[in-house]
């Protein structure tokens, strides 16, 4: 998964790093960039999911505030990673293997023509399905896409 | 809440959109059939361009004299009737469920601009529920049947926007939501929703009598 340290009320940190990524030089840029994330890790537990490949455009619903450990806590998944980091090869899932290391949209969004739908729909189905066999966690649009 | 979500988005939407689909196709069905009995003229009479002709002037915002007659309801039924369609069909979170399901997509409408028009549907139905009680030739004509539509159109949008505004106890409004648009997808063939699908006819058949018979406008 791709996330980024962020709370909701905050997102306007997205738009100024994509400001300072066209007029600063990078070394600097991901100096400071370690310095905001270091500041908000510390203050909260709340990831972004924005994929980063995802716009935030105005049709779309707030992003979501995933709080990854609480919920592995709650969810009992701590030594299961792959229960969402999966790994697919040829269509097959691959048991032992996990993908915490690479986005989602490396998968997700690799078609000739990637849209966004496609990788919203991910984790719709991803985050859903498991709630929904679970009998546990939110499932309908504004219990994840919080307003700000 | 989780059986309820799964049955709701399952198979009660499942019957509503079979419903829906082979609800309008009989009813077409059984609609030719009583007008072949009933009135053959009607078929001797159709004219495709003074139909066209008399859909056109109705299709028009102050295109009959009755609408100038009476502005304020022509401003609020166009409004009324081009938010009704656009919204459920363009919003956002509704195209997204089409992608989930059937992995089609399409043009979604900006969030702003969906909830002016979900305000629109509202308040229209707050002016027509003011106009059958309070006009005098409107209550004559008015029956139960009339307030429960109104109710069942307005359900899905004020649902809708309470969800989409997360006001309080919204997870559960999100499912009467849910369940509101599948009642009115059941209602459309067997009420008087069904004008969606007959209005092309009706105007249609009128606009030939009075233009190929009565050489008279209609509109």
């Given at each position: 998964m791709n996330y980024s340290s962020a709370k909701p009320k905050k997102l306007f940190l997205n738009c100024i790093i994509s400001a300072m990524k066209s007029i600063v030089p990078k070394g600097i840029f991901l100096t400071s960039l370690f310095l905001i994330i270091s500041g908000t890790a510390f203050s909260n537990d709340c990831y972004t999911i924005n994929g980063e490949s995802l716009e935030d455009n105005t049709n779309t619903r707030p992003f979501v505030c995933f709080p990854h450990?609480?919920?592995?806590?709650?969810?009992?998944?701590?030594?299961?990673?792959?229960?969402?980091?999966?790994?697919?090869?040829?269509?097959?899932?691959?048991?032992?293997?996990?993908?915490?290391?690479?986005s989602c949209s490396?998968?997700?969004m690799?078609?000739?023509?990637?849209?966004d739908?496609?990788l919203i729909?991910?984790y719709?189905?991803?985050?859903?399905?498991?709630?929904?066999?679970?009998?546990?966690?939110?499932?309908?649009?504004?219990?994840c896409h919080k307003k700000p | 809440?989780?059986?309820?979500?799964?049955?709701?988005?399952?198979?009660?939407?499942?019957?509503?959109?079979?419903?829906?689909?082979?609800?309008?196709?009989?009813?077409?069905?059984?609609?030719?059939?009583?007008?072949?009995?009933?009135?053959?003229?009607?078929?001797?009479?159709?004219?495709?361009?003074?139909?066209?002709?008399?859909?056109?002037?109705?299709?028009?915002?102050?295109?009959?004299?009755?609408?100038?007659?009476?502005?304020?309801?022509?401003?609020?039924?166009?409004?009324?009737?081009?938010?009704?369609?656009?919204?459920?069909?363009?919003?956002?979170?509704?195209?997204?469920?089409?992608?989930?399901?059937?992995?089609?997509?399409?043009?979604?409408?900006p969030n702003i601009?969906?909830?002016?028009?979900?305000?629109?549907?509202?308040?229209?139905?707050?002016?027509?529920?003011?106009?059958?009680?309070?006009?005098?030739?409107?209550?004559?004509?008015?029956?139960?049947?009339?307030?429960?539509?109104?109710?069942?159109?307005?359900?899905?949008?004020?649902?809708?926007?309470?969800?989409?505004?997360?006001?309080?106890?919204?997870?559960?409004?999100?499912?009467?939501?849910?369940?509101?648009?599948?009642?009115?997808?059941?209602?459309?063939?067997?009420?008087?929703?069904?004008?969606?699908?007959?209005?092309?006819?009706?105007?249609?058949?009128?606009?030939?009598?009075?233009?190929?018979?009565?050489?008279?406008?209609?509109?």
């Amino acid at each position: 998964m791709n996330y980024s340290s962020a709370k909701p009320k905050k997102l306007f940190l997205n738009c100024i790093i994509s400001a300072m990524k066209s007029i600063v030089p990078k070394g600097i840029f991901l100096t400071s960039l370690f310095l905001i994330i270091s500041g908000t890790a510390f203050s909260n537990d709340c990831y972004t999911i924005n994929g980063e490949s995802l716009e935030d455009n105005t049709n779309t619903r707030p992003f979501v505030c995933f709080p990854h450990d609480e919920h592995n806590e709650n969810a009992g998944l701590d030594d299961n990673c792959a229960r969402c980091h999966h790994v697919y090869t040829d269509g097959q899932l691959m048991p032992d293997e996990s993908s915490e290391d690479s986005s989602c949209s490396e998968c997700h969004m690799s078609q000739e023509k990637p849209n966004d739908l496609d990788l919203i729909v991910r984790y719709h189905k991803l985050c859903r399905s498991c709630h929904l066999e679970e009998k546990k966690g939110p499932i309908t649009c504004g219990e994840c896409h919080k307003k700000p | 809440m989780y059986s309820h979500y799964e049955f709701v988005t399952g198979p009660f939407a499942w019957m509503a959109f079979l419903i829906f689909i082979f609800g309008s196709i009989y009813r077409f069905y059984s609609l030719y059939k009583l007008a072949r009995k009933k009135d053959g003229a009607v078929f001797e009479y159709m004219d495709l361009k003074f139909a066209l002709r008399s859909i056109g002037h109705w299709l028009t915002p102050f295109g009959s004299r009755s609408m100038k007659l009476n502005p304020s309801m022509t401003v609020v039924t166009f409004l009324f009737h081009i938010s009704l369609f656009l919204v459920p069909i363009f919003v956002f979170g509704h195209v997204v469920l089409w992608k989930e399901n059937f992995d089609i997509s399409w043009f979604t409408l900006p969030n702003i601009v969906a909830d002016i028009m979900t305000l629109i549907v509202i308040c229209s139905c707050a002016f027509f529920l003011w106009r059958r009680i309070k006009l005098p030739e409107v209550r004559y004509l008015t029956t139960v049947g009339d307030y429960v539509i109104l109710l069942i159109v307005a359900a899905p949008f004020i649902t809708g926007f309470w969800a989409y505004h997360q006001f309080p106890g919204f997870a559960a409004i999100t499912i009467i939501h849910i369940i509101s648009g599948e009642i009115m997808l059941i209602a459309i063939p067997f009420t008087k929703l069904f004008h969606m699908f007959t209005f092309p006819f009706t105007r249609g058949y009128i606009g030939s009598e009075f233009g190929g018979i009565r050489m008279a406008k209609d509109w």
